[in-house]
């Protein structure tokens, strides 16, 4: 299995899994490829399969990582996919040893990652992740949970921020969606499709964009890539909600 670690100097020539030859996400695309660029300096890695396919996990240090935890001297998985043919061939098991020894090499005292206590769109397996090491640690009223590969007995375990603990956003009338340019679909459904999606019906829309580290880890979602709200109430973290003919059904089943 030959996988790739992106860096400052190949990202440029390397596709990163998503989004590859979507045409209309091309700007979205490259405004993750910069948040990337900006991010190896803190230690982020995105490690993938040397094919043409999402197979891939991005991983760094707990305390930059763009999501309301605190996790002191833990290795935090940001987005871990392992999609179509790929899968069933170990090529997850090897992505997440890669993290493991990597973390102990660095003399981390684990591996934490956010998930949906039941799976949630656009987040890692939970099932999958319990099954290979990793228990939960904290969870929100939302249904995220924080789950931890602990190496320690003795280590300090991880938890959300205050921020998320309600389980609700601060706004509390019509829709409001949290995104950020950790994803490359992210930038244009939110302001392109979301926005058609709700102008055509009438709807209140807010868009609040996560541009800092400090504005990601006080967010009231620990998904920060694309979270969807209704009066203060969290729907989905599913960025095809943003699209005309899946708007309806997917909000339908929330309120």
């Not at 099954?131 to 320690?152: Q, R, V, Y």
Request: some cysteine; glycine content about 6%.
């Amino acid at each position: 299995m030959n996988y790739i670690k992106l860096n400052k100097n190949n990202i440029d020539s390397e596709h990163i899994c998503c989004a590859i030859s979507d045409k209309k996400c091309a700007d979205s695309y490259r405004l993750k490829k910069q948040w990337l660029k900006n991010e190896f300096a803190n230690g982020y890695v995105f490690l993938r399969l040397d094919e043409r396919a999402k197979v891939f996990i991005e991983y760094g240090p707990a305390e930059t990582a763009w999501v309301p935890v605190t996790a002191p001297n833990y290795m935090m998985i940001g987005c871990f996919w392992v999609s179509g043919k790929y899968k069933r061939k170990g090529h997850g098991k090897a992505l997440l040893q890669q993290v493991v020894d990597e973390a102990k090499a660095q003399g981390k005292d684990g591996i934490v990652t956010v998930v949906g206590t039941k799976k949630f769109h656009f987040m890692s397996d939970t099932k999958w992740l319990l099954k290979h090491g990793f228990e939960i640690c904290d969870n929100t009223p939302a249904g995220f949970s924080l789950i931890s590969m602990d190496f320690h007995n003795n280590c300090s375990r991880p938890g959300f921020n205050i921020s998320v603990k309600s389980g609700e956003c601060p706004e509390k009338k019509g829709y409001v969606v949290y995104y950020s340019n950790r994803c490359p679909y992210s930038e244009y459904h939110v302001k392109e499709s979301l926005h058609d999606t709700v102008n055509k019906r009438n709807l209140k829309l807010k868009t609040i964009k996560l541009e800092s580290l400090q504005q990601a880890q006080s967010a009231p979602t620990p998904a920060t890539i694309f979270s969807l709200y209704y009066n203060g109430k969290f729907i989905t973290t599913d960025i095809s909600v943003c699209m005309d003919q899946r708007f309806d059904k997917i909000v339908g089943k929330k309120i």
